[in-house]
């Protein structure tokens, strides 16, 4: 079991929808007494409405600027933060993730996310509507990898064999480079 005390005041959670981000993040803050942060949920309580609802109204540029919005102003600090899945394509939103801790990319094959997207309510994917959503895994999936300090391959693992895989990692990033929360 890794040492609670040699983690990062915060740790962010990207992937795609599917990917477990919420369900990790719920695990990760439980057992470390960080808080949870959802970004998805803030986005909600603030705009009165669903990301669902916001992307068949304003459109996909509209979720993804309120996204930005709510992620810049948010308190991140001494939380386990689990965001929108399009949290990539806006750099000052990276930018200030990476600020505050490490970056865990939550790697899912694609057939595993498509299935569990299926089987899911609507949720509110920030694509283009033409797009399908093996095409936005395609256009994502670099920007994860760019952003990430820390990339964790799900794939046959429990939640709680990823949640201990993500807070070792964490632990010795934070030891080998002890300033880079502050940076």
Do not use: C
């Amino acid at each position: 079991m890794t040492d609670l005390s040699t983690l990062p005041s915060t740790i962010n959670l990207i992937g795609m929808p599917g990917a477990g981000k919420s369900t990790i993040g719920v695990l990760l803050a439980k057992q470390s007494g960080h808080r949870f942060v959802d970004t998805d949920i803030d986005i909600q309580a603030r705009t009165g409405t669903t990301l669902q609802d916001i992307l068949e109204e304003r459109g996909f540029q509209a979720l993804r600027d309120v996204e930005e919005e709510v992620l810049l102003s948010v308190d991140i600090d001494n939380a386990i933060v689990s965001t929108g899945g399009s949290v990539v394509y806006s750099d000052a939103s990276m930018q200030r993730l990476r600020r505050a801790g490490p970056v865990v990319y939550l790697n899912v094959p694609l057939t595993v996310l498509q299935e569990r997207v299926d089987n899911a309510p609507p949720r509110g994917i920030a694509s283009d509507t033409a797009q399908t959503f093996a095409e936005v895994f395609a256009e994502r999936t670099p920007l994860y990898q760019r952003y990430a300090d820390i990339t964790i391959n799900t794939q046959g693992l429990s939640p709680d064999a990823i949640a201990n895989r993500i807070f070792a990692l964490v632990s010795k990033l934070q030891q080998d480079s002890p300033k880079k929360s502050e940076k």
